[in-house]
């Protein structure tokens, strides 16, 4: 795979138009675009639409977590709207991966559908405020471990467990990794990062990149700088 077609660049934003006017400027600098909750919410499906007429493919993050019916059909909604990758939350248990893979598998186009699995904010601290013993590894690995047997293609991780998973689910399953800050980029709100060399380095099969590019004085710039930097 080639180094651009790994990055994911996270369009975090609060409008379509802004979304649209930063995927036009980044388009050939990235292999897909995230459309996550913020710009969801105030776009809807069809902001995902849009993206794909224009070319760009599209991650469509919502981190589904339902019962089981209600995930199923959301996922087929998910896929009608051309989104090339969907997230759902394995906290939804076996049974609502099992029915996403359904829903997936009949969907035109195949979306590929990643479980989430402990989120990059988190450490061992706050896993066990909601309740989770043992270390956050000993959760993802858990939680993949269920994603794969499920049918899913993959799951989103910190890039510090990706070596785990691998091992545990093999070297095809995927492996979506956010949390990824370039050298001397401030952490922020993520807890477990590692720099875009290092992610690939480990086993990254996809980078999921967003305020480095997007508040950077030339995201074009950013982007194709992160890319040569896993590129080495």
């Known amino acids: 795979m080639h180094p651009r077609d790994r990055?994911?660049?996270?369009?975090?934003?609060?409008?379509?138009?802004?979304a649209l006017a930063a995927a036009a400027g980044l388009r050939d600098r990235a292999g897909l675009f995230k459309v996550g909750l913020e710009l969801f919410c105030s776009a809807g499906p069809e902001v995902v639409r849009r993206l794909g007429a224009g070319g760009s493919g599209v991650f469509l993050d919502l981190k589904l977590h339902d019962i089981p019916r209600t995930v199923?059909?959301?996922?087929?909604?998910?896929?009608?709207?051309?989104?090339?990758?969907?997230?759902?939350?394995?906290?939804?248990?076996?049974?609502?991966?099992?029915?996403?893979?359904?829903?997936?598998?009949?969907?035109?186009?195949?979306?590929?559908?990643?479980?989430?699995?402990?989120?990059t904010s988190f450490d061992r601290g706050e896993l066990a405020a909601v309740g989770v013993p043992g270390t956050v590894q000993d959760q993802v690995v858990r939680l993949a471990r269920m994603a794969?047997?499920?049918?899913?293609?993959?799951?989103?991780?910190?890039?510090?467990?990706?070596?785990?998973?691998?091992?545990?689910?093999?070297?095809?399953?995927?492996v979506v990794t956010p949390g990824v800050r370039p050298a001397g980029w401030p952490a922020g709100d993520q807890r477990r990062t590692?720099?875009?060399?290092?992610?690939?380095?480990?086993?990254?099969?996809?980078?999921?990149?967003?305020?480095?590019?997007?508040?950077a004085?030339?995201?074009?710039?950013?982007?194709?700088?992160?890319?040569e930097e896993m590129r080495g």
């Open 72 to 119: 199923e059909r959301a996922v087929a909604s998910c896929a009608r709207s051309g989104a090339r990758m969907l997230t759902l939350h394995m906290g939804g248990g076996p049974a609502m991966a099992e029915a996403a893979a359904r829903a997936a598998r009949a969907a035109p186009g195949r979306p590929r559908l990643l479980g989430v699995t402990v989120l």
């Open 217 to 227: 004085p030339d995201p074009a710039a950013a982007a194709s700088a992160l890319v």
């Open 148 to 174: 794969r047997d499920a049918g899913l293609d993959g799951v989103v991780a910190s890039p510090h467990e990706i070596a785990a998973i691998k091992e545990a689910c093999g070297p095809a399953f995927l």
């Open 7 to 18: 990055l994911i660049v996270a369009l975090d934003l609060p409008t379509p138009d802004q």
């Open 194 to 215: 590692m720099t875009p060399r290092e992610a690939v380095a480990a086993g990254a099969d996809y980078l999921v990149v967003g305020r480095p590019i997007l508040e």
